[in-house]
């Protein structure tokens, strides 16, 4: 069964900072990994996609690397702003077609 | 349209009653999934649907729970006999297939009193 962690479970950070939230997987037999962001009461925005054959994608100050062997990915997230403040999830999806979801990093950016 | 569809985006309900959960996928996306987010939880999965195949059910949580998908189009997810542990957010999401994005729609919250 397939598990995904996120560390750590919140952050909080001053402007500006550059920082990385991570995520790992149990079952390396992904098709992908995509990164959403979640704010308060609202559904989830896709960020980036990674394809298992992929190392990374940038979009903006976002850059997501996969690390598909060892099970690890990390959304590095550039000069960091008030308006990121958001719970950033990460999902596999698997061999069955399924999505599977960690539990999220609360990230906080302070102005 | 534009993105996933939810409707209603609020539902306070009896316990007891049965519920209808209603999501307009992207046009044109094949695979649509359904989600289930408790307070303070994770999402849980709750069932796929992929083009005319048999829907992966194995995440419904019990039998008052089922979800259709008609003319490979809109879903319904339907709870009977709601319970007050039904109160959760409740998530749809789709894709054109295993190399594409997943898009989320905004959610129905659903509250059983």
């Known amino acids: 069964k397939q598990e995904v962690t996120q560390i750590p479970a919140a952050l909080s950070v001053p402007e500006g900072e550059n920082l990385v939230l991570n995520c790992s997987f149990t079952?390396?037999?992904?098709?992908?990994l995509q990164w959403f962001r979640q704010d308060p009461g609202k559904g989830l925005t896709s960020l980036l996609l990674i394809q298992s054959s992929q190392r990374e994608q940038t979009s903006g100050r976002l850059n997501a690397s996969l690390d598909k062997s060892s099970g690890r990915s990390t959304l590095y997230i550039a000069a960091s702003q008030p308006g990121d403040s958001a719970t950033y999830l990460c999902a596999v999806l698997g061999s069955n077609y399924k999505l599977t979801f960690g539990k999220g990093t609360l990230l906080t950016v302070n102005p | 349209g534009a993105g996933v569809s939810q409707s209603p985006s609020n539902k306070v309900t009896e316990k007891g009653k049965d519920v209808e959960l209603r999501c307009d996928p992207i046009s044109g996306h094949t695979a649509l999934y359904w989600y289930r987010q408790s307070l303070g939880q994770g999402l849980e999965f709750l069932i796929y649907f992929q083009g005319n195949s048999a829907p992966d059910k194995s995440g419904l949580p019990s039998d008052r729970f089922s979800a259709e998908r008609t003319g490979g189009s809109v879903s319904t997810l339907t709870i009977q006999r709601t319970q007050q542990e039904d109160s959760a957010v409740y998530l749809c999401?789709?894709?054109?297939?295993?190399?594409?994005?997943?898009?989320f729609g905004q959610g129905t919250r659903l509250t059983v009193v």
């Open positions: 999401a789709s894709r054109t297939g295993p190399n594409t994005e997943a898009f």
């Open positions: 079952d390396s037999a992904i098709y992908n």
